[in-house]
């Protein structure tokens, strides 16, 4: 079936250092992998995607690379600052059974950056 | 655009009463989804359409939940009766496309429901 496991659940370090957050999806299927980062009390959104046919993808501080092989995807972010504490969710899409695909959340990681 | 819309944003209600949750998707969105958010199951997948249509609601925990899509412009998710383990934030979402081929997903802000 559909499963998206996310590590760590939380996850606090120092601002100026580096955070690393995992997931691993069940589908070999899978070929599209969003990162939606959700700030407290506001709505989830979009920072960074990758597809299966790219191993890895930068935007600034942020970086996802992608494992087919291991069925696994991280996201990086370098330089940490305040304003990256939030709750940072992966997806990976799964083939529905109904002729088009659909994406699974992992249970979010809370990142807390330390002054 | 103004983005997804939700209402209400907060909402208290007692356990078997009616909860109705609303949405107005972004304008010519041909996806909308609803999404539950708890701190146990993070981010489920109850239901979505596709051109007003439901398409896969394997996700609805359950005949207390339906959902309508009336038209391209609004959508209800509604439970009846209502009871305390229903207490989550509900996330209503749309997408040009399903999501999974790269086109965003854009969430409302949420309707917060607590089953008292």
């Known amino acids: 079936g559909e499963n998206v496991e996310q590590h760590p659940s939380t996850l606090s370090v120092q601002e100026g250092d580096s955070a690393v957050i995992k997931c691993t999806y069940s589908?070999?299927?899978?070929?599209?992998f969003p990162w939606y980062k959700q700030e407290l009390g506001k709505r989830p959104q979009l920072i960074i995607d990758i597809r299966s046919n790219v191993g890895e993808k930068k935007d600034q501080r942020i970086a996802v690379t992608l494992n087919k092989t291991a069925k696994h995807f991280s996201l990086h972010i370098t330089e940490t600052q305040p304003e990256d504490s939030a709750v940072y969710f992966c997806?990976?899409?799964?083939?529905?059974?109904?002729?088009?695909?659909?994406?699974?959340f992992g249970t979010g990681t809370r990142l807390t950056i330390i002054p | 655009d103004a983005g997804v819309i939700q209402s209400p944003r907060h909402e208290v209600t007692e356990m078997g009463q009616e909860v109705t949750l609303r949405c107005k998707p972004i304008s010519g969105h041909d996806y909308l989804f609803w999404y539950r958010q708890t701190m146990m199951r993070g981010l489920e997948l109850l239901i979505y359409f596709n051109n007003n249509v439901p398409i896969d609601d394997s996700g609805m925990p359950e005949d207390r939940f339906s959902a309508k899509m009336p038209n391209a412009s609004f959508s209800t998710l509604k439970i009846q009766p209502s009871e305390p383990r229903d207490s989550a934030v509900y996330f209503c979402?749309?997408?040009f496309g399903t999501g999974s081929s790269g086109n965003t997903i854009y969430f409302g802000e949420g309707s917060w429901l607590t089953v008292v």
């Open positions: 997806a990976a899409s799964f083939p529905s059974n109904f002729g088009n695909e659909k994406l699974t």
């Open positions: 979402a749309s997408s």
């Open positions: 589908d070999s299927a899978s070929n599209y």
